[in-house]
């Protein structure tokens, strides 16, 4: 069975600074990977992805991910984060044969403090 | 604007009610996804359909019932079997095989 492992439930940082947030998955089929960022009482919005190509991804509001196939890691990073990036990301990933039915990660509170 | 409605925002139920939540879509995707979402436990799928008239569980249906009938709507029962209703519902949509669209969700309450 596939998995995601979200390795922080909250974090920290001040405004300015860099992030990385840590998203795991196990697999033994290929698969696609997601991040989404969910602001209060809101709906998921798609951040970045990967399905193929270029490990290194880029995505909406300055935010990226690196794919590493060999650590089975997909993380996601800022170099600079603002107040309002303060959110719940997920990390989710699909399995290509199965279409693109998501599995989800158990999500990471980002608190941007000034 | 195209997008996907989720309705109503809030809902309560009573003990022993059925309710259903509304979603509908106007982005022609074929596929349609529920989700539950509770604290600290990230989405876990509860049905999905990629074609009318046809859909599958997902990992936690029990208790749940939806239909698709119409390419544009997927509305989900919560039924009185379900024992711990009580969650923040989210559907999404998307074409098969690329990422999917979420709706704003419904919160569901019990009285």
């Known amino acids: 069975a596939q998995s995601v492992t979200q390795l922080d439930s909250q974090v920290p940082v001040f405004e300015e600074a860099p992030v990385e947030l840590r998203c795991n998955y196990s697999s033994s089929v290929s698969v696609y990977l997601f991040w989404y960022v969910q602001y209060p009482n809101q709906g998921l919005q798609l951040l970045l992805k990967y399905l193929s190509g270029s490990t290194l991804v880029k995505g909406i509001n300055g935010f990226e991910a690196e794919f590493n196939k060999s650590q089975t890691s997909f993380h996601l990073r800022k170099p600079s984060v603002h107040i309002s990036d303060t959110a719940e990301y997920f990390c989710a990933v699909s399995l290509m044969e199965y279409g693109n039915k998501l599995v989800f990660g158990a999500g990471t509170i980002l608190r941007v403090k000034s | 604007d195209g997008g996907i409605t989720q309705s109503p925002k809030y809902l309560f139920r009573k003990e022993g009610q059925n309710v259903t939540l509304s979603c509908e879509q106007n982005?022609?995707?074929?596929?349609m996804y529920w989700y539950r979402q509770d604290p600290g436990q990230g989405l876990r799928l509860i049905y999905y359909s990629q074609i009318v008239n046809d859909f599958q569980k997902g990992d936690i249906a029990e208790g749940y019932s939806v239909s698709r009938e119409k390419k544009e709507s997927f509305p989900l029962t919560v039924t009185s079997a379900q024992k711990n209703p009580t969650a923040f519902y989210l559907c999404?949509?998307?074409?098969?095989?690329?990422?999917?669209?979420f709706g704003d969700g419904t919160r569901l309450s019990i009285l």
């Open positions: 999404a949509s998307s074409p098969i095989n690329q990422p999917q669209h």
């Open positions: 982005l022609n995707h074929d596929a």
